[in-house]
């Protein structure tokens, strides 16, 4: 499983980061430094709490708004690969595709199509993937 901050994104700015970025993070989702400084100071103080109870778009341009979107769109890849690379680490601890599908409510098949193939790989055709399904 990757663990570096190279090229990931912290999921509430977007930063890029490189290897002097430092991330937590939890679940998929990544906050730089800076962030977790902003919102450290935000929900420090109850005047600069209230900021958080609307929402923050309401204030954002519609260019802005644009702007967001690829952000958003590169969180949830990265999200996405970050479950990936999880399913590939429970199946290294032998755990079945049947035992990820259970948690996850889905068939075990739905499991092995999603994630048996390799990141960034075109998906498997249907008939195929039921000839190679394996537990
Ligand atoms: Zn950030």
């Given at each position: 499983m990757e663990f570096g901050?190279?090229?990931?994104?912290?999921?509430?700015?977007g930063v890029i980061g490189t290897s002097r970025t430092k991330f937590a993070g939890g679940l998929g989702a990544l906050i730089c430094t800076d962030c977790v400084d902003k919102y450290h100071a935000i929900l420090s103080s109850p005047s600069t709490r209230r900021?958080?109870?609307?929402?923050?778009?309401?204030?954002?341009?519609d260019e802005e708004m644009l702007e967001t979107l690829p952000k958003i769109a590169r969180t949830a890849e990265q999200v996405d690969d970050f479950m990936h690379e999880w399913v590939q680490v429970l199946r290294s601890r032998k755990l079945s595709y049947n035992d990820i599908g259970r948690v996850l409510g889905v068939s075990r098949q739905a499991v092995w199509e999603r994630f048996?193939?390799?990141?960034?790989?075109?998906p498997v055709d249907q008939a195929k993937s039921s000839a190679n399904g394996s537990s």
């Open positions: 901050p190279d090229g990931k994104i912290c999921s509430f700015c900021k958080l109870e609307r929402p923050w778009w309401d204030v954002m341009s048996s193939r390799p990141l960034k790989e075109a």
